[in-house]
């Protein structure tokens, strides 16, 4: 029987990677790549919720409606902002833009 | 036997899911991330699926496969310059076995506290047309949220196209 508790430990093991994947990876795009791995997870664990906790009312589906928008914006944004990084610089390495170092 | 599909299903979806997440992050050309990033969205809307969130996993087909990953793809050509391999490596000056043992760390917490903790299920009877109640909900209990999501849709797309544009001066 799969219940509740297989959909979080799944979702824990996708977080985890993007975590790995947000500290360890060099370019901007990688970083922002493993963001939507998390961002995913937590999507995972929102429905997994309202399915199995709340089935009636589904607060957790509308949450995860929202957590897709804002992942929408963030990555129009972060892409953005990426092209203008390699337009000026000519390299999109996170080690390599170390203006704001103190 | 309908409980043995459902089982066979999840285990499928969750495999294909967390493979797809792993190569991601261990793939060391940009472009297969990508697409392995697409793979693995359709593994979640697969586990959507067998959530009964049918109307999400349509919308995390048509969003995140559709336009966020073809934007990652699409960025990724934009941002790659000559040479194909190495364009997404792990980075050097930070020890990799530090970062591997913080994720590990986080992912035994994590089913630590999963296992341990007891769950309530709900007994109540699960909603089988959702659409129809989300876009219910959405236009009276979580009005003013979505109009603040659509604001912000709006003004992301808007400071998007200046940012990718660039402002004459």
């Not at chain 1, 799944?10 to 993007?18: L, N, S």
Request: aromatic share 10%.
């Amino acid at each position: 029987m799969i219940g509740l508790v297989h959909f979080l430990t799944v979702a824990a093991i996708i977080f985890a990677i993007g975590l790995y994947g947000v500290l360890s990876k060099r370019t901007i795009v990688g970083i922002l790549m493993s963001i939507e791995l998390m961002l995913n997870a937590v999507n995972i664990n929102l429905i997994a919720f309202s399915r199995f906790i709340t089935p009636e009312v589904l607060t957790g589906q509308i949450f995860a409606i929202f957590t897709i928008t804002v992942a929408a914006a963030e990555v129009a944004v972060g892409m953005a902002m990426i092209f203008r990084v390699y337009y000026d610089r000519n390299t999109v390495h996170a080690a390599r833009l170390d203006e704001m170092r103190w | 036997m309908n409980e043995m599909i459902y089982t066979v299903a999840f285990y499928i979806f969750a495999a294909i899911t967390v493979a797809a997440a792993f190569g991601v992050v261990t793939k060391s050309n940009l472009v297969h991330s990508a697409l392995l990033l697409a793979l693995c969205f359709i593994g979640v809307s697969g586990l959507y699926v067998l959530l009964q969130a049918d109307f999400l996993a349509a919308v995390q087909i048509l969003i995140y496969n559709g336009a966020i990953a073809i934007v990652f793809v699409l960025g990724t050509m934009l941002t790659r310059r000559s040479q194909r391999h190495g364009t997404n490596d792990t980075e050097v000056n930070i020890p990799s076995r530090v970062v591997t043992l913080v994720s590990g760390l986080f992912v035994v917490v994590t089913l630590g506290v999963i296992a341990t903790t007891p769950w309530h299920y709900s007994s109540s009877v699960i909603v089988e047309d959702t659409p129809s109640l989300l876009a219910q909900l959405i236009l009276t209990d979580y009005m003013v949220v979505m109009e603040a999501g659509a604001v912000l849709l709006l003004a992301a797309m808007i400071g998007a196209i200046v940012l990718a544009k660039g402002v004459e001066e």
